[in-house]
């Protein structure tokens, strides 16, 4: 295993190289960060990436309960001090706490995500701000430093766990003495400050036909509640028995900061690739869409980074007519702009696609960009994500674009593009 210090190095790529002789390992599903259309803006590195592969390990790395126990002083206890054992304290007062241990498990493999760039953490999770992100700078994360686990059964790759809280470096996992916890018979359960939640969606997310489900928490024991009154509330939801933490495909685990989609490996095998989005951007510049003003031909980039090149594609959010840059129309007041085709007025922006294929609920023709951002995708995936609550704040939600974050706008958040191509 390589020595992990900043984050850029990962035993996990590191397990990933061989001499080339080896079978390619299993891939369990992805876990993909909303509001990053495919990288990050200063570029993937080891374990702070826009998307995280979770494999097969070589060994075996999941722990399952073992055994639990009242000791009066936690912080001097043998299974805290030592350093190969996983263990939970659960801090009941100054004087008293429960630990649970816990013990190797041949049958899962263990992936945990959180802020922190200590060697435990195999997905280093910043927080996700809207829109533009390359001159923006976080002050103060809400993301906790072991925010989660997943436990994926080697043998059964369908069943992928997802648990409150992550092991630190010492193998412990700390609830203090003001974390919302409770006993039930003999289990000992808890939430951590922000919580962990996950939110599975109602059908197929492939296919297009889902709707989006209810938000739950997550416990560090893996059970699931409705929602607390407000994200640090000191009281847990109600249990809800007839769901679980058993992630779907199209399961999304919102972390108090970040927004992360699990893909698995099956319903990625339906999903669009990068090479099906750039053909669908190829086919759309074969038709060589024109300006009606500039009468030039509009070309849409394939690459993430725009510039303000004569052939950008600009959309008018108001009425979705596809146009290039320029001067007519503009109200020098407001900055608004009336489209020269319908005299529509309203606002303008670049389009552009969106290029993370995991975001895609299916395979088809970009007709539809989200409103205000325009970023182009498949209708049946934008008014997805449209109807999609993200949680906001402490206990807000909001609908947001998932290739930038940027919350939406308008009656329904979207447009539906209109171009003039095909004009030969």
């Known amino acids: 295993m390589v020595k ?15 001499d080339g002789h080896d079978k390619p390992r299993l891939r369990y599903g992805e876990l993909v960060i909303l509001g990053y259309n495919g990288y990050l803006p200063q570029g993937d590195r080891g374990r702070r990436r826009s998307k995280f592969v979770l494999h097969k390990r070589t060994e075996p790395s999941g722990v399952k309960r073992s055994k639990h126990y009242i000791v009066q002083s936690p912080q001097t206890s043998k299974a805290i001090l030592d350093a190969n054992q996983h263990s939970i304290s659960y801090t009941l007062s100054r004087s008293q706490a429960v630990i649970v241990e816990y013990k190797e498990d041949t049958e899962t493999d263990m992936f945990q995500v959180g802020r922190s760039s200590e060697s435990p953490i195999d997905f280093v999770v910043m927080d996700t701000l809207p829109g533009d992100k390359k001159d923006a700078k976080v002050m103060q994360s809400t993301i906790s430093r072991f925010a989660c686990r997943i436990l994926v059964n080697r043998c059964e790759p369908a069943k992928a766990k997802i648990f409150a809280a992550g092991f630190d470096s010492s193998r412990n996992i700390f609830l203090g003495e003001k974390a919302t916890k409770w006993q039930d018979n003999v289990e000992i359960d808890g939430l951590t400050t922000n919580g962990v939640l996950i939110m599975h969606p109602k059908g197929s997310f492939c296919g297009g036909n889902a709707k989006c489900g209810l938000w739950r928490e997550c416990s560090v024991g893996g059970d699931v509640f409705s929602l607390r009154e407000s994200r640090s509330a000191q009281q847990k939801g109600q249990p809800i028995y007839d769901e679980c933490n058993i992630l779907q495909d199209g399961t999304l685990i919102d972390l108090c900061g970040a927004t992360l989609l699990w893909r698995s490996a099956e319903g990625l095998q339906h999903s669009p690739t990068k090479h099906d989005l750039e053909k669908l951007i190829d086919a759309i510049n074969a038709g060589r869409p024109q300006c009606p003003v500039g009468l030039n031909t509009l070309v849409i980039p394939r690459k993430v980074n725009i510039s303000d090149q004569v052939n950008q594609p600009y959309v008018y959010l108001n009425c979705g007519h596809v146009q290039g840059h320029h001067d007519w129309g503009q109200d020098e007041n407001t900055g608004a702009r009336r489209c020269p085709m319908c005299l529509e007025l309203g606002p303008v922006v670049t389009l552009c696609m969106g290029l993370e294929p995991a975001f895609y609920v299916d395979v088809g023709a970009p007709t539809f960009a989200f409103n ?18 993200i949680p906001h704040g402490t206990n807000g939600f909001q609908a947001v674009c998932p290739f930038c974050a940027t919350p939406l706008d308008g009656a329904t958040g979207y447009i539906k593009l209109i171009f003039q191509d095909n004009l030969d």
Not at 4 to 18: F, K, Q, V, Y
Not at 376 to 388: D, G, H, I, S
């Open 372 to 389: 205000p951002c325009g970023h182009m995708a498949t209708e049946k995936t934008v008014k997805y994500w449209a109807n999609v609550e």
């Open 4 to 18: 992990r210090t900043d984050g850029t190095e990962s035993p996990i790529l590191a397990e990933d190289a061989g």
